[in-house]
């Protein structure tokens, strides 16, 4: 319900966290210290097989916690590139999503929106998801860091997106959902949330890219699969170019 004011009447915030809060393209240089020259193409990859496997697994019913699925998502990228590698390289790249970069306006962003109760819903498991919370500095600010793992299936499912309510007791007219994720974007919005996307690419950006290049690059074939908002029949109700825009529509 939105009040005569405009302003959504909202009693929590929740945040996607990778993509949304923390930008998964900081794994880039770590990639391309332990394999040079093919730094770019093992962090698109590695992370579009990565959300494949959530889908999959959530498919087939074969849940596997999301530590499991990046180190799997890991070796695929890797054994496909033909890149021999030794153990330690393998766990030095793995480590980075325990400490990926926090988007620069997310601490001010999170900090305006206080009263709100505010938390993390994520596909990352609840180990990966404390140190990555803790790293950053963001658990003196959030009320909860929710994981998929306790209901064993992935988002874009509804099972996923109930347990907003479930910790924070919170009905979902009462949530702002906010990923940057389009596919995340759709599940929430289907589930019956309020939805800010995090338009971090725009559309004309994106065909900028392609019509500039003759061969397109991993990080621009990346975007144009995971940044761009699918047909699904589900649309934000709010489109923000950034985080810091948050508190002006919650």
Known sequence: M????????????????????????SVAEITEDAFPGYGEIITQVWRIKQLEYTWLRSLMR?????AAVTRDSL?????????????????????????????????????????RKLAILSNGSPDMLNALV?????DDLLDATISVDAKKIFKPSPQAYELIGEVLGTAPNEVLFVSSNPWDVAGAKSFGLNVAWIERVTPEAMALACVENELVAPLTMFKAIRTQMDELGFAPDHRVRALSELPGIA
Do not use: W
């Not at 695929?76 to 590139?81: H, K, S, V, W």
């Open 2 to 25: 939105i009040p005569e004011d405009g302003q959504l009447s909202i009693k929590a915030v929740v945040f996607d966290a990778y993509g949304t809060l923390y930008d998964i393209q």
């Open 134 to 138: 803790r790293n950053s500095g963001l």
């Open 62 to 66: 074969r849940y596997q916690d999301f």
């Open 75 to 115: 070796a695929y990228t890797l054994r496909i590139l033909g890149l021999a590698y030794e153990n330690d390289a393998f766990e030095r790249v793995i480590a980075k999503y325990l400490q990926l970069d926090l988007y620069p306006d997310a601490t001010a962003a999170l900090t305006a929106l206080k009263p």
